[in-house]
């Protein structure tokens, strides 16, 4: 951790912010607040500096054009690269996920080079979009519950020897890839497709995130009825989506 306080990074709002992403930062910072954690908020425009000294960065979903401007000036600043080299943890979610990745194409029709943060390759798909609820088994490495999220790309990700699926889909398309893979992840650093906001979906994730930044293996127990309520509505809706 960095000082005294947990710094968490909301990177670009003002580009990379659809489907209520933003919803994860808040989610991350109450249930570090619930346990007593001392929380340093920091919101970065795409005209601001990256910080480098955080300790859990997200990154949200962003229409064809906002994703490559965040990606070009991404590169250009460099500091989410040093950050992830300084061992922080790093959360994205559709666009951003796709970022994060080696290359992806952009609303020119283009290959546009990502950060190359995780061994993954986004392209466009030809089908119908990838829209709707989704039930995801998690990696069982992350000892997490079964991921609630929502769903709606054209994008088609396609996972490196480096990269390890985030989840198996259950209800929905994920990667698009049609082998049932949802997201991916590699050491600290994890990409989804899921909307919801994830974290409100799947605190358990949020959690994940905050342990990891402080090198733990648990946290004191918070109340989690509202959450619990809102995955117990949405995974239903999902179930009653999935073939008979």
Not at 84 to 94: P, T
Not at 128 to 143: Q, S
Request: glycine share 12%; with cysteine; aromatic share 6%.
């Amino acid at each position: 951790m960095s000082d005294s306080s947990l710094r968490l990074v909301w990177v670009y709002p003002d580009l990379l912010s659809t489907y209520g992403d933003q919803g994860n930062a808040l989610v991350v910072e109450r249930r570090a607040r619930q346990r007593g954690l001392d929380v340093m908020r920091i919101d970065v425009r795409s005209d601001q500096a990256i910080p480098t000294s955080g300790d859990i960065y997200l990154i949200g979903g962003g229409e064809d054009r906002p994703q490559r401007l965040a990606a070009e000036r991404l590169r250009r600043d460099g500091g989410l690269n040093r950050a992830a080299e300084n061992g922080a943890i790093i959360f994205s979610v559709c666009a951003g996920y796709q970022i994060l990745g080696h290359e992806f194409i952009n609303d020119l029709g283009e290959r546009e080079q990502g950060l190359g943060l995780i061994d993954v390759v986004s392209t466009r798909g030809e089908g119908e979009r990838c829209v709707g609820d989704v039930l995801a088994e998690c990696d069982p490495r992350l000892g997490l519950p079964q991921l609630s999220g929502f769903e709606n790309h054209q994008g088609i990700t396609h996972l490196g020897p480096t990269a390890r699926p985030l989840a198996t889909t259950v209800v929905g398309r994920g990667n698009g890839t049609g082998d049932g893979t949802e997201g991916a992840y590699h050491d600290t650093v994890f990409g989804t497709y899921l909307h919801g906001p994830v974290m409100a979906r799947n605190p358990q994730f949020a959690d994940l995130l905050l342990k990891l930044a402080l090198d733990v293996n648990a946290l004191p127990p918070t109340d989690d009825r509202w959450y619990e309520a809102l995955r117990d509505e949405r995974i239903a809706t999902a179930t009653q989506q999935q073939p008979a």
